[in-house]
């Protein structure tokens, strides 16, 4: 069992930055590949970004190319989403998710969730 919890969420303007954080319980951490994804209001959830359980493999989604990047601590059983140049459309409830099949951008690899942290981004 892994329990994810997010934080780092808040409201920035277009074009900050933030940094999300998701904390893992639990020993097994760097067995897993962690992902992050988000849901805008009235939109399905979106794949974001993610990494592999060794950090050495990252896979993104075309719409934070170049701006969102992601990394992990397992020392320290977390996972980082470093958001830059933020757009309103960025504007989700940001979720990480844990998957012991590896990273993907489909979220029914994913065996655990974290409960989300709000991201908004004004124009």
């Known amino acids: 069992q892994v329990q994810l919890v997010e934080s780092g969420g808040g409201l920035v303007q277009a074009g900050g930055s933030l940094r999300l954080s998701c904390a893992a319980s639990?020993?097994?951490?760097?067995?897993?590949?962690m992902g992050w994804f988000r849901q805008a209001p009235g939109k399905e959830r979106e794949f974001v970004i993610a990494?592999?359980?060794?950090?050495?493999?990252?896979y993104y989604a075309d719409s934070v190319k170049g701006r969102f990047t992601i990394s992990r601590d397992n020392a320290k059983n977390t996972v980082y989403l470093q958001m830059n140049s933020l757009k309103p459309e960025d504007t989700a409830v940001y979720y990480c998710a844990a998957s012991i099949r590896g990273a993907a951008s489909r979220s029914s690899v994913y065996d655990y969730w974290g409960q989300g942290t709000q991201v908004t981004v004004s124009s």
């Open positions: 990494i592999g359980w060794s950090g050495g493999s990252t």
């Open positions: 639990g020993r097994t951490f760097s067995s897993y590949a």
